[in-house]
């Protein structure tokens, strides 16, 4: 199988440049894909001198690693060290200077995505099935689950241990239980490159059981999995490979190497300066 790469020039975003390929959730090889939420080949990731400066404040300063193929890699870093910008330029929301490429093992797949935690105003008639219908499928919430998505939804909250609460409403439940349908939108359609920003941060225990079961499961798959996490003992456990970022980057390691007091001690408590 051949393998391919899509290569964004300066300021661009990745996800602009093939959004039916690489991003869609509504299309048709998406639908055809619903049935498995485990779809493996994951793409090469690359960020190549990636630089953010809004106003005189430099974000991101000349930010350059790797993610493998089929990797749990983790970024870590303090508060307002750029770790969200930097999804945002992936994501196509900043702009931004530098190389952002994907290497493909063979045709552009699926980008799933998971958000920190969201907060629903409790008087809002939106169910848990309303909720994955508006994430997941072309079709109108208001019409119900669209048949292309139906079995995959229902598999995806499942997996999640949501399936007995897809009537509640979403204000209802508690931020874990929010975190975990939130989990369960990022499986559909099946991704190959999984895009996670502090999922962790609102799950209770048992919803920190299931997510570490879903990151064993995709690294399984040989999904890629990029992974903003600020519990470094989960990290350490769970990650294969782990990037410092203070504005730029400070170690690009396994977490055996990269977890060390001395590298944490200068990851967080570094104060890069700007140079805008």
């Known amino acids: 199988m051949t393998s391919k790469e899509i290569e964004l020039p300066v300021g661009a975003s990745l996800l602009a440049k093939a959004p039916a390929q690489a991003t869609s959730s509504l299309n048709g090889t998406a639908q055809s894909r619903a049935g498995s939420l485990l779809q493996g080949s994951g793409p090469t990731l690359d960020f190549a001198d990636i630089s953010l400066t809004l106003g ?46 994907l290497q493909w093992p063979g045709e552009p797949g699926t980008i799933g995505y998971v958000p920190q935690a969201l907060e629903f105003d409790r008087g809002l008639p939106m169910t848990v099935d309303d909720f994955m219908a508006a994430m997941c499928q072309r079709r109108p919430a208001f019409l119900g689950l669209s048949k292309h998505f139906a079995a995959a939804i229902g598999e995806a909250l499942e997996r999640v241990g949501m399936q007995d609460k897809r009537k509640r409403r979403m204000g209802a439940l508690s931020g874990g239980e929010r975190q975990r349908v939130l989990l369960a939108q990022g499986l559909i359609p099946p991704p190959q490159l999984l895009v996670l920003d502090e999922p962790m941060s609102a799950l209770d225990e048992a919803g920190i059981q299931v997510f570490e079961r879903l990151l064993g499961d995709w690294r399984a798959a040989g999904i890629t999995v990029l992974w903003i996490e600020h519990d470094l003992e989960a990290v350490g456990r769970l990650a294969d490979h782990v990037t410092g970022l203070n504005r730029r980057v400070l170690f690009d390691a396994t977490p055996r190497q990269a977890l060390t007091p001395e590298r944490l001690l200068t990851l967080f408590s570094t104060h890069p300066r700007s140079h805008a």
Do not use: C, E, W, Y
Request: charged share 15%.
């Open 56 to 101: 005189r404040t430099t974000i991101l300063d000349n930010v350059t690693f790797q993610v493998r193929p089929g990797s749990v890699h983790a970024l870590v870093g303090p508060n307002g060290g750029g770790k969200s910008s930097l999804i945002k330029t992936l994501l196509g929301q900043m702009p931004h200077q530098g190389r952002l490429s």
